[in-house]
């Protein structure tokens, strides 16, 4: 029996397996202490009261301020996806099984202990973080020597909340170490799919696990503030929205699985059947998720406040960026006169130090009537303008200088927000233009010939050749564009006034503010983590719609 499990053929593939991992061990480590690690203490802060020390824990109060009652349904909705997920991603895994005759159920086991390893840490680390950070307060007023920091380390990792988490995740880790040693050791996780079973359950254990404590986590707290609003006795107005909008989120889903599935039907009539109720049930989704605006309308103001600043911010300089770019480089291809010049000096915006160039901005466009530009408007028969301090829209200004009158929400950016939008696509021009380049330079020149060879003009070469083989580099462009405008936070901060009322501080600068001015860390970690999922939407979003319509060659 010895003989027939250790060979020597096995014996060098556990070696290969402990060097690999011993191997990626250091980067491992690096990664969970500067990237995983802080994230997940950033979740703990949101999740306290917190203004420059550890106050009580208030679970989802930092989402809910921030967001009011959008809380509860965006931790409902997104329970509801992780749910969706695990069972899609469980129906997957299981029909490959039943393609390749394979035993699919047996690896549910491997796949609970390996997420419930996982979860058991993350719980371990939930109990120790408070008791190290209390290391801090009862230092004070005492003598602090090594010997004494190292016992309140002992007694952290001894306290009776840490050190049971600690048990749990110690025999769970024991327990998934003799499981992946027995797989191992008979080799069933080197046949076949087998690897992708496993993971597949790991995957559908966590997101049931998590999904299912989220809306657990959601009912206790949409309970509590229940309660407490019939106590005071005000319509807290949470179970009706929850239910309505909870209802449309499935409904959208409901119709988009009815929906791909009427593509896959052999006869019109089941096709036009299933197109029936999809758009059936899309349009019961759209009138229940119709109230969310009145649901966010009852948040933070200046949550809602900075994430609008930031979608015209958005708006107003990704387009123009790329344009005014990609006309560039199309230029600078040309092997003009100058050309390598011309590189250089667009792609100095990019390289200079963000703070100097958005003070010299400050200066080109500060209200005083000595200021370069006012002194081009006067010399041009115009107004000086207010420019970085100026609240009102330009559209507004537009409408005013017209003599008309147009509606609040018409108004647009700020004045104040045009100036920095100028200075964002200045900036990044030279960048994307360089990407451009590179782009263009990979593009084949044979097609080009035989395009002009057949009687196609230069509009048309570009239309239906080189723009089709940009649409990489347009979609990597485009989509850093995005996230950086939400992201986007030095410039912003030098440029901005205080007389522009608000409207050229963007989500980063809300947060920042919470953070080092309010000193509400707590809130400011929740408001990360709402970007953060902002950002990850519209990356989504994003690759569905421009993705689709990458053409690679």
Aim: glycine share 8%; proline share 3%.
């Amino acid at each position: 029996m010895t003989q027939h499990f250790v060979t020597a053929r096995r014996v060098r593939e556990w070696r290969d397996y402990l060097t690999a991992y011993l191997m990626i061990a250091p980067s491992t480590i690096l990664i969970f202490v500067f990237g995983i690690f802080p994230v997940g203490f950033a979740l703990f802060v949101s999740l306290h009261k917190w203004r420059l020390k550890r106050g009580n824990f208030l679970g989802m109060g930092n989402y809910v301020r921030a967001l009011d009652n959008l809380a509860y349904i965006l931790f409902f909705a997104l329970a509801l996806g992780l749910l969706l997920w695990g069972w899609r991603s469980l129906r997957g895994a299981q029909r490959r099984a039943a393609e390749h005759g394979d035993v699919f159920w047996w690896w549910a086991l491997p796949g609970l202990l390996g997420a419930g390893m996982l979860l058991a840490l993350i719980n371990w680390l939930y109990r120790l973080l408070p008791e190290l950070l209390d290391i801090a307060d009862k230092i004070i007023g005492v003598e602090k020597t090594r010997a004494l920091f190292m016992q309140l380390l002992s007694e952290a990792f001894h306290a009776e909340t840490a050190f049971a988490a600690w048990k749990v995740f110690l025999v769970v880790l024991l327990g998934f170490g003799a499981m992946l040693a027995v797989l191992l050791w008979r080799g069933w996780l080197q046949r076949g799919d087998n690897p992708g079973y496993f993971f597949a359950f790991w995957g559908v254990w966590l997101a049931g696990l998590i999904g299912s404590w989220l809306l657990w986590v959601t009912y206790h707290a949409v309970q509590a503030a229940y309660a407490a609003a019939l106590e005071t006795g005000e319509d807290p107005g949470i179970w009706p929205q929850v239910i309505t909008i909870g209802a449309g989120v499935i409904l959208l889903v409901v119709s988009w699985q009815l929906w791909q599935a009427a593509l896959r039907q052999g006869s019109n009539r089941s096709f036009f059947g299933y197109v029936l109720a999809a758009m059936t049930l899309l349009v019961g989704a759209w009138l229940l998720i119709g109230e969310l605006p009145v649901v966010m309308a009852a948040g933070d103001k200046d949550i809602w406040q900075g994430l609008k600043v930031t979608i015209f911010y958005s708006l107003g300089t990704v387009p123009f960026q790329l344009t005014f770019s990609l006309f560039l480089a199309i230029l600078l291809f040309q092997k003009l006169w100058g050309s390598e010049l011309f590189r250089m000096l667009y792609f100095l915006p990019y390289v200079t130090p963000t703070v100097a160039s958005a003070a010299i901005f400050r200066q080109l466009f500060s209200n005083r009537y000595q200021a370069p530009v006012n002194q081009l408007l006067i010399k041009l028969g115009m107004e000086p303008q207010q420019w970085i301090r100026e609240p009102r829209g330009i559209f507004t200004l537009l409408a005013e200088n017209l003599h008309l009158t147009i509606p609040d929400w018409a108004a647009g950016p700020s004045l104040a927000l045009l100036v920095i939008m100028i200075y964002s696509i200045w900036t990044y021009i030279g960048y994307d233009t360089v990407i451009y380049l590179a782009g263009l330079g990979n593009i084949p020149t044979e097609l080009v010939e035989a395009a002009q060879i057949d009687g196609a003009g230069r509009w048309e070469v570009f239309r239906y050749i080189t723009l089709p083989l940009l649409s990489p580099t347009t979609y990597f462009l485009s989509l850093l564009a995005i996230i950086g405008t939400f992201k986007a936070f030095n410039h912003i901060w030098v440029m901005r006034q205080g007389s522009a009322l608000g409207t050229t501080d963007t989500f980063s600068v809300v947060i920042f503010s919470e953070f080092f001015e309010k000193l509400r860390y707590g809130y400011a970690s929740a408001l990360a983590f709402v970007l953060f999922a902002v950002i990850l939407s519209l990356t989504y979003v994003n690759n569905k719609i421009q993705g689709s319509r990458v053409f690679y060659g």
